[in-house]
């Protein structure tokens, strides 16, 4: 098969799932489809794109398995745990001054330990300026295109290896006894799961003080980061930040907008203006 052949099969391939599915594969890296495409052709013994759009035809469970290859879903509570720290004096003095009104967008959320990772640090920053009791004041929505990481959120409840970076003493504080673990009811409150397509439909509630979209934006391609990091500049009230994934950079007129105020960290500011 010469590589124009091939390029061709796969478009046929990628607008096949697009209109079965709804999945925008052309917001996608063309690298990241195949690699995910080639797993599961591997896992099911077929060598082209035409075969493999057989299989799908053939078998409907098979669109499962792909997207639950195409939109891997990987996370942990504190995921890079320094960012987190670095985050948590911005997150206090937010509080404070939003007098606990803070809201907060996990974009990408996958199973949920990111929107409880916010959920924990609004309620530590409520905690360090004396306002427990505000904490019900806040909202996290929590927010992902794959339904069985949704479920997975809305049922809350997370298995030990989840906690790895997580500091002990929050896991004591925020967390159930017993496995599998579950948030306290105030967290559990605080997080709202929706579906949402980020390549597809806009943010689902501005403005936000907080968003966080991390290990999401790499399996898109250029135009599609683009035109999201305007949108999430869009979406963020005056003073609000955006956290990105530590591999993530954020470029287009977005930079006009948000300040890099932790290199490291990815953590961006939204001008007062
Ligand atoms: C690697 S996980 C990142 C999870 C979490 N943000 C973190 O950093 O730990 C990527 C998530 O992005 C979600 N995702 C992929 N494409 C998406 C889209 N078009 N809209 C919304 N979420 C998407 C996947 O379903 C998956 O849950």
Redesign the pocket.
Same mark, same amino acid.
């Given at each position: 098969m010469t590589a124009e052949q091939d390029e061709r099969a796969f478009r046929a391939l990628t607008q096949k799932i697009t209109r079965a599915r709804g999945?925008?594969c052309d917001?996608?890296k063309d690298r990241c489809l195949r690699r995910r495409i080639g797993v599961r052709m591997r896992a099911r013994g077929v060598h082209t794109f035409a075969d493999y759009g057989r299989v799908l035809d053939a078998d409907a469970r098979e669109y499962d398995l792909l997207l639950d290859a195409? #939109?891997?879903?990987?996370?942990?509570f504190f995921?890079n745990v320094e960012t987190w720290r670095a985050l948590a004096p911005r997150l206090e003095a937010l509080w404070r001054e939003r007098q606990g009104r803070v809201r907060a967008w996990?974009?990408?959320?996958?199973?949920g330990?990111?929107p409880y990772t916010v959920a924990i640090a609004l309620a530590e920053a409520a905690r360090a300026t004396g306002q427990d009791a505000l904490l019900a004041r806040a909202r996290v929505d929590a927010?992902?295109?794959?339904r069985a990481?949704l479920e997975r959120t809305r049922a809350a409840e997370f298995a030990e290896a989840t906690f790895s970076e997580m500091p002990a003493e929050l896991v004591r504080r925020y967390f159930t006894a017993e496995a599998p673990r579950r948030p306290l009811p105030e967290l559990q409150g605080l997080v709202h799961v929706a579906k949402?397509?980020?390549? #597809?439909?806009p943010p689902p509630d501005p403005p936000y003080d907080l968003i966080?979209?991390?290990?999401?934006v790499?399996?898109?391609d250029r135009p599609m980061q683009e035109r999201l990091f305007a949108q999430f500049a869009a979406a963020l009230s005056p003073g609000g930040i955006l956290l990105l994934?530590k591999v993530e950079t954020l470029f287009g007129p977005a930079r006009d907008r948000l300040v890099l105020e932790e290199p490291r960290e990815r953590i961006y500011r939204r001008s007062e203006a």
């Open positions: 999945l925008a917001a996608y195409l #939109t891997i879903n990987v996370t942990k995921r996990s974009a990408g959320c996958a199973s330990e990111e927010t992902d295109i794959d990481s949402h397509d980020l390549t #597809t439909e966080v979209c991390r290990n999401v790499i399996y898109f994934g």
